[in-house]
């Protein structure tokens, strides 16, 4: 008991350190209840049924890969990214066009779900390039940064 007596301070503020931690894990619940899920959360439930396959993104590479230096197509979630290099002498036009022979390795289902990002850039960077296009899933052509 004379324990007790002399330390009823500290008691007192173990007590509250422990009624604080249990009131701020209850705040956090409430709040952010869906801390624990995943970042994408619902947006690629339907991978399954539109799943592409790691052939078919090298099939893409290779339905350009002798018109450009360098091409890596990759997945990330719902969009199809492709990073292409090409030669110096191709113009921006014919550049354009490797996005669509890319987007013909994916069926008119795969169109549908995913979006496409292609980034052009030139050996030598010049004044016109980088450029960037983008087909968003609903659309039927790609949209492409302002000619500079």
């Not at 078919?56 to 492709?82: F, H, M, P, W």
């Not at 354009?96 to 022979?101: I, N, S, V």
């Not at 979006?115 to 010049?126: A, G, H, L, S, W």
């Amino acid at each position: 008991m004379n324990f007790i007596k002399h330390n009823i301070g500290t008691i007192i503020a173990i007590m509250l350190l422990i009624v604080v931690v249990v009131l701020l894990y209850e705040a956090k619940v409430t709040f952010f209840p869906d801390d624990g899920k995943a970042i994408y959360g619902e947006r690629l439930s339907q991978n399954k049924e539109y799943r592409i396959s790691n052939d078919q993104l090298k099939s893409a590479e290779n339905s350009i890969k002798d018109s450009c230096e360098e091409v890596k197509v990759r997945l990330q979630g719902k969009i199809i990214e492709a990073n292409i290099v090409i030669s110096n002498d191709m113009s921006g036009g014919d550049a354009k066009g490797l996005a669509d022979k890319i987007a013909s390795s994916f069926s008119d289902s795969q169109k549908t779900y995913y979006d496409i990002q292609v980034f052009i850039k030139k050996e030598n960077d010049t004044t016109s390039f980088p450029i960037v296009g983008y087909k968003h899933h609903t659309s039927d052509h790609f949209s492409w940064t302002k000619d500079r």
